[in-house]
Nanobody, 125 residues
Framework: QLVASGGGSVQAGGSLSLSCAAS????????VGWFRQAPGKEREGVAT???????AYADSVKGRFTIAQDNTKNTVTLSMNNLKSEDSAMYYC?????????????????????WGPGTQVAVSA
């Protein structure tokens, strides 16, 4: 089970970096995605990365968020820049079983079979 960390509170326009890891899990041998859920809304895909490094992003975060594998720390990071109030949500990372990234972003409930604890991101205007 992957665990997300690094959330916090930030003002609009600011930056945060989230981290995803699990004991005994080698990130560059798996495919991982970041997802988020705001209160009263469905969980949505944010970004995915395949074991070979191919990435996919939701349109709402393209150009602002970057997903990457950090092989020295064995984590998958989500670097978030120019944050907006609408980015406020609980963020989760999960193994995508290497399903197509674009499909997984659109259908997280079908793509992901196991969810770990999330990390809260709050962006104030």
């Amino acid at each position: 089970q992957l665990v997300a960390s690094g959330g916090g509170s930030v003002q609009a326009g600011g930056s945060l970096s989230l981290s995803c890891a699990a004991s005994g899990y080698t990130v560059n041998k798996h495919c991982v995605g970041w997802f988020r859920q705001a209160p009263g809304k469905e969980r949505e895909g944010v970004a995915t990365i395949e074991s070979g490094g191919i990435t996919a992003y939701a349109d709402s975060v393209k150009g602002r968020f970057t997903i990457a594998q950090d092989n020295t720390k064995n984590t998958v990071t989500l670097s978030m820049n120019n944050l907006k109030s609408e980015d406020s949500a609980m963020y989760y990372c999960a193994d995508t079983a290497c399903n197509p990234g674009s499909w997984c972003l659109r259908r997280p409930s079908l793509c992901i079979t196991s969810w770990g604890p999330g990390t809260q991101v709050a962006v104030s205007a």
